[in-house]
């Protein structure tokens, strides 16, 4: 039984580009949360989505925007890149009131 | 809004020595708590969960938290320490729960066994 993964696990971007990271969910997992982890702190909630709607969503900018496809993956997109977006995005997926199970995360590094 | 504080950046134990995690939360309602390990370049993996019930949870690799909910903390320990527990460990929160509700993340503790 495949867990989370994420894709890709790393890559570089210039300052002002965009960019999507992939997520797809352990099987029977119907939820899917963001986080974003910069060097030596905490993940960040960035957002939750559940049936391919947003239903919670943490302080971040717009530029932060996301979807969830019918089989509940998930993609990440950020528009406008600065270099403070440089950190280690993590995707959760859940079901229920259970807790989450993380993928091993997307390095973004913005030069 | 609900809140996790993890006091110590570092904990530094010998091997064979018993070790203790700080955390305490603020939530409304009731909590939800969770402890995450975290090894260099990965995601992070779950240790354990209090929901209700019993105070003190156990989970893997001989973890354990005591839950006290008049001082609002949920301690992670663990009797003997090992080198390989050395790692960075999360402690989190959801308030309720629903899984409408998000989880929040503690800044971290880094634990370092020294042989």
């Known amino acids: 039984d495949a867990g989370v993964t994420q894709s890709p696990t790393h890559l570089i971007k210039t300052r002002g580009q965009q960019v999507t990271l992939r997520c797809s969910p352990k099987?029977?997992?119907?939820?899917v949360s963001w986080y974003q982890q910069a060097l030596g702190q905490g993940p960040q909630f960035i957002f939750q989505?559940?049936?391919?709607?947003?239903?919670q969503r943490g302080n971040f900018p717009d530029r932060f925007s996301g979807h969830q496809f019918p089989n509940y993956s998930s993609e990440l997109n950020v528009n406008a890149l600065l270099l403070g977006d440089s950190a280690l995005y993590l995707c959760a997926s859940s079901l229920g009131d259970r807790g989450y199970t993380f993928g091993s995360g997307t390095r973004l590094t913005v030069v | 809004a609900q809140s996790v504080a993890q006091p110590e950046d570092q904990v530094n134990v010998a091997e064979g020595n018993p070790l203790t995690v700080k955390c305490t939360y603020s939530?409304?309602?009731?909590?939800?708590l969770f402890w995450y390990v975290q090894y260099p370049n990965r995601g992070l993996q779950f240790l354990l969960k209090?929901?209700?019930?019993?105070?003190l949870v156990k989970g893997s690799y001989g973890f354990e938290a005591e839950f006290n909910k008049s001082q609002t903390s949920f301690h992670l320990k663990k009797p003997s320490a090992l080198v390989s527990d050395s790692a960075l460990y999360f402690c989190?929160?959801?308030?309720?729960?629903?899984?409408?509700?998000?989880?929040?993340f503690g800044s971290g503790t880094r634990l370092s066994i020294r042989p």
């Open positions: 989505y559940y049936e391919e709607e947003e239903r």
């Open positions: 939530v409304s309602g009731n909590p939800y």
């Open positions: 099987s029977g997992h119907d939820t």
């Open positions: 209090y929901i209700t019930g019993d105070n």
């Open positions: 989190a929160v959801r308030s309720g729960y629903s899984s409408a509700s998000k989880i929040i």
